[in-house]
C-alpha cells in the first residue's frame, strides 16, 4: 500500500491518476488538455520508440519529417475526412503580427500533406511501394482529457506508404499491425486482441482499418494503434497516380498505421499496483537499483563494494543504478516500488562479510539471499523470468475480463460489472447503433464464429465482435 494512492479496487480512475502524478511520469501542465512527460515517463516512450523504429525499419520504411502546419484547404480535399476530424482541429488564424489569409491547421494526422508530396513523387510503378514513416507530435482539442490516453497533444509514429496492388497494400496493413502486435506481446507484456474495425468506427475515409486492443482491468477496451487500407480517398483526392506497366494511370493502394504515448497509459494500466508501477524488465530504464544499507559510519566501504558490482551488471547489460541519495533505505525501497523497479538489491556490511546479497523482486513479497558470484547469472535469469511472468499475469488477468455473453438482456449488466463482451452480430450498423444508448461499442471483428446469432436482432451472426465500453 502507498497512501498516497487511492487503492485500485476502491476507485480505478483516481488510482490511475495517483499513480501517474506519484511516481513522477508526468505533471501537470499549465497548457489545458496537455501534460508534461517527466524524465521517467519520457524514458518510457523512448524505450517504445527505440524497439519500435527498429522493427519499423526492418519493414524497409524510412523515416521522414512534414510540416506541423498543415493548409487548411488540404483538409477539404478530403470530405469524410474533415468531417471526421472537424470539432477536434486547432487552427493557426494569425501570424507574424497579422490575421492569415490562408489558415493552418496544426496536424491531427499527416495524411493531407503525405499525398500532397506522394502525388509530386509518384509518377510510375517503378517509383512503387513508396515506404515512409515520421515520428513527431500530433494535436486533437479534446474535452475530456486523462494523460497518456487522451490528451490534446501526444507523441505518435504515423507511417504511409504506396503500393502498385490491393494485395501488396494489405500485405503491409497485416505487417504493420502485426509488428504492434509483438511490441505489446514482447516488449510491453501486454496481451492484445487485432481485428478489423466496422465501418462505424473506422478512420474516416479508410477503406479498412484494423486496431489492436488492449482490455484495461477495468473491463474498458483501449484502442492502442490502428492500421489502415486507402484508396478511393486520400490517394484518390490528392491526385495520386502511376503508370502502371500497361503505361495506363492508376491510383495507388495505400496504408496508413501508426501507435502513440497512449502505449504507456496501457502499460502503466495493466501491471501495476497499489505500491506504484510495475514495470516489464524490458521497458524498465533501471532494472536493477542497488540501495546501501547498515550504519552510516560503514557507508564509504559498502559504496565501494556496490561500484564493482555495478561495473560488473553494466557490463552484461543490465540497467542498473546505485541510490545514494541521503535519504533512509525505507526511503529507498519506498521509492524503487513507486516506480516499479524489477528489482532492488540490499548491502550492508553484513552483506559484504556473508558474500550473500538480498535481493527483492517487484512482484515477490519474500526477498532472497543470493551468493555474490552468482549475482549476475542470477539477475539474468530472474529479468527474463519477470518479464514472462507479467505477460502470463496480464494474459490471465485480459482473459477472465472477456465473457461471452449472448443475450442483449444481460448486456448492460455484464458491461457495467467491468466486463468486455463477445458475442454474434449481424454485421447490420443498426444493431451496433443500438450499443450507444448503454456506453458501448463494438471494438473490432474477430476471427471466430462462435456465435450463432445476433446480440440485438437475433438474426443469424456473420462474425463474432469484441463489445465494450472503452477509453
Ligand atoms: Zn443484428
Same mark, same amino acid.
Not at 556496490?306 to 553494466?314: G, N, Q, V, W
Not at 468486455?420 to 471494438?443: V, Y
Given at each position: 500500500?502507498?497512501?498516497?494512492?487511492? &487503492?485500485?479496487?476502491?476507485?480505478?480512475?483516481?488510482?490511475?491518476?495517483?499513480?501517474?502524478?506519484?511516481?513522477?511520469?508526468?505533471?501537470?501542465?499549465?497548457?489545458?488538455?496537455?501534460?508534461?512527460?517527466?524524465?521517467?515517463?519520457?524514458?518510457?516512450?523512448?524505450?517504445?520508440?527505440?524497439?519500435?523504429? &527498429?522493427?519499423?525499419?526492418?519493414?524497409?520504411?524510412? #523515416?521522414?519529417?512534414?510540416?506541423?502546419?498543415?493548409?487548411?484547404?488540404?483538409?477539404?480535399? +478530403?470530405?469524410?475526412?474533415?468531417?471526421?476530424?472537424?470539432?477536434?482541429?486547432?487552427?493557426?488564424?494569425? &501570424?507574424?503580427?497579422?490575421?492569415?489569409? +490562408?489558415?493552418?491547421?496544426?496536424?491531427?494526422?499527416? +495524411?493531407?500533406?503525405?499525398?500532397?508530396?506522394?502525388?509530386?513523387?509518384?509518377?510510375?510503378?517503378?517509383?512503387?511501394?513508396?515506404?515512409?514513416?515520421?515520428?513527431?507530435?500530433?494535436?486533437?482539442?479534446?474535452?475530456?482529457?486523462?494523460?497518456?490516453?487522451?490528451?490534446?497533444?501526444?507523441?505518435?509514429?504515423?507511417?504511409?506508404?504506396?503500393?502498385?496492388?490491393?494485395?501488396?497494400?494489405?500485405?503491409?496493413?497485416?505487417?504493420?499491425?502485426?509488428?504492434?502486435?509483438?511490441?505489446?506481446?514482447?516488449?510491453?507484456?501486454?496481451? %492484445?486482441?487485432?481485428?478489423?474495425?466496422?465501418?462505424?468506427?473506422?478512420?474516416?475515409?479508410?477503406?479498412?482499418?484494423?486496431?489492436?486492443?488492449?482490455?484495461?482491468?477495468?473491463?474498458?477496451?483501449?484502442?492502442?494503434?490502428?492500421?489502415?487500407?486507402?484508396? +478511393?480517398?486520400?490517394?484518390?483526392?490528392?491526385?495520386?497516380?502511376?503508370?502502371?506497366?500497361?503505361?495506363?494511370?492508376?491510383?495507388?493502394?495505400?496504408?496508413?498505421?501508426?501507435?502513440?504515448?497512449?502505449?504507456?497509459?496501457?502499460? %502503466?494500466?495493466?501491471?501495476?499496483?497499489?505500491?506504484?508501477?510495475?514495470?516489464?524488465?524490458?521497458?524498465?530504464?533501471?532494472?536493477?537499483?542497488?540501495?546501501?544499507?547498515?550504519?552510516?559510519?560503514?557507508?564509504?566501504?559498502?559504496?565501494?563494494?556496490?561500484?564493482?558490482?555495478?561495473?560488473?551488471?553494466?557490463?552484461?547489460?543490465?540497467?542498473?543504478?546505485?541510490?545514494?541519495?541521503?535519504?533512509?533505505?525505507?526511503?529507498?525501497?519506498?521509492?524503487?516500488?513507486?516506480?516499479?523497479?524489477?528489482?532492488?538489491?540490499?548491502?550492508?556490511?553484513?552483506?559484504?562479510? #556473508?558474500?550473500?546479497?538480498? %535481493?527483492?523482486?517487484?512482484?515477490?513479497?519474500?526477498?532472497?539471499?543470493?551468493?555474490?558470484?552468482?549475482?549476475?547469472?542470477?539477475?539474468?535469469?530472474?529479468?527474463?523470468?519477470?518479464?514472462?511472468?507479467?505477460?502470463?499475469?496480464?494474459?490471465?488477468?485480459?482473459?477472465?475480463?472477456?465473457?461471452?455473453?449472448?443475450?442483449?438482456?444481460?448486456?448492460?449488466?455484464?458491461?457495467?460489472?467491468?466486463? &468486455?463482451?463477445?458475442?454474434?452480430?449481424?454485421?447490420?450498423?443498426?444493431?451496433?447503433?443500438?450499443?450507444?444508448?448503454?456506453?458501448?461499442?463494438?471494438?473490432?471483428?474477430?476471427?471466430?464464429?462462435?456465435?450463432?446469432?445476433?446480440?440485438?436482432?437475433?438474426?443469424?451472426?456473420?462474425?463474432?465482435?469484441?463489445?465494450?465500453?472503452?477509453?
Amino acid at each position: 500500500m502507498n497512501k498516497k494512492i487511492t &487503492a485500485q479496487s476502491k476507485d480505478f480512475s483516481q488510482w490511475y491518476l495517483d499513480l501517474i502524478y506519484e511516481s513522477q511520469l508526468v505533471d501537470h501542465a499549465p497548457t489545458k488538455g496537455c501534460m508534461i512527460m517527466r524524465p521517467l515517463g519520457y524514458a518510457l516512450w523512448e524505450g517504445i520508440q527505440k524497439e519500435l523504429d &527498429a522493427q519499423i525499419k526492418a519493414l524497409d520504411v524510412q #523515416n521522414c519529417y512534414f510540416p506541423l502546419l498543415i493548409p487548411e484547404e488540404f483538409l477539404q480535399k +478530403e470530405s469524410d475526412h474533415i468531417e471526421g476530424f472537424s470539432p477536434e482541429l486547432a487552427v493557426v488564424t494569425r &501570424a507574424g503580427g497579422k490575421e492569415l489569409e +490562408e489558415k493552418y491547421v496544426i496536424r491531427p494526422t499527416s +495524411e493531407t500533406m503525405v499525398y500532397h508530396m506522394f502525388a509530386k513523387w509518384i509518377k510510375s510503378w517503378r517509383d512503387l511501394p513508396l515506404k515512409v514513416n515520421q515520428w513527431a507530435n500530433v494535436v486533437r482539442w479534446e474535452m475530456r482529457t486523462r494523460p497518456f490516453l487522451r490528451t490534446t497533444e501526444f507523441l505518435w509514429q504515423e507511417g504511409h506508404t504506396a503500393h502498385q496492388s490491393k494485395e501488396e497494400a494489405l500485405e503491409m496493413v497485416y505487417n504493420a499491425l502485426a509488428m504492434y502486435k509483438n511490441l505489446c506481446h514482447d516488449l510491453l507484456a501486454i496481451p %492484445v486482441i487485432t481485428g478489423q474495425k466496422s465501418d462505424a468506427e473506422k478512420f474516416p475515409g479508410a477503406e479498412k482499418t484494423f486496431t489492436f486492443e488492449g482490455i484495461m482491468p477495468d473491463g474498458k477496451a483501449l484502442q492502442m494503434g490502428t492500421s489502415h487500407l486507402l484508396k +478511393e480517398s486520400f490517394p484518390a483526392s490528392f491526385d495520386v497516380s502511376f503508370q502502371n506497366k500497361d503505361n495506363k494511370p492508376e491510383t495507388p493502394w495505400c496504408t496508413s498505421w501508426g501507435t502513440t504515448t497512449r502505449l504507456i497509459g496501457a502499460l %502503466v494500466m495493466t501491471h501495476s499496483d497499489d505500491k506504484g508501477l510495475i514495470l516489464p524488465p524490458r521497458m524498465a530504464p533501471t532494472q536493477v537499483v542497488i540501495i546501501p544499507v547498515g550504519p552510516e559510519s560503514k557507508r564509504a566501504e559498502v559504496l565501494v563494494y556496490a561500484k564493482t558490482l555495478k561495473k560488473e551488471l553494466f557490463n552484461k547489460s543490465i540497467r542498473v543504478s546505485i541510490d545514494n541519495r541521503p535519504l533512509s533505505p525505507g526511503a529507498k525501497f519506498y521509492d524503487a516500488e513507486l516506480k516499479g523497479t524489477p528489482f532492488r538489491i540490499e548491502i550492508g556490511p553484513q552483506e559484504i562479510e #556473508n558474500n550473500q546479497l538480498v %535481493v527483492k523482486s517487484r512482484i515477490q513479497d519474500e526477498k532472497q539471499k543470493i551468493v555474490r558470484n552468482d549475482t549476475v547469472s542470477f539477475l539474468q535469469a530472474e529479468l527474463n523470468l519477470f518479464q514472462k511472468e507479467l505477460f502470463d499475469r496480464a494474459t490471465k488477468k485480459r482473459d477472465n475480463l472477456i465473457k461471452e455473453v449472448s443475450s442483449w438482456e444481460n448486456f448492460k449488466e455484464e458491461l457495467e460489472s467491468g466486463y &468486455a463482451l463477445t458475442s454474434g452480430w449481424c454485421l447490420s450498423p443498426d444493431c451496433e447503433q443500438e450499443l450507444k444508448k448503454i456506453k458501448a461499442f463494438t471494438r473490432c471483428l474477430l476471427e471466430t464464429k462462435k456465435n450463432v446469432i445476433c446480440f440485438f436482432c437475433k438474426e443469424s451472426s456473420k462474425q463474432d465482435v469484441l463489445i465494450a465500453k472503452s477509453y
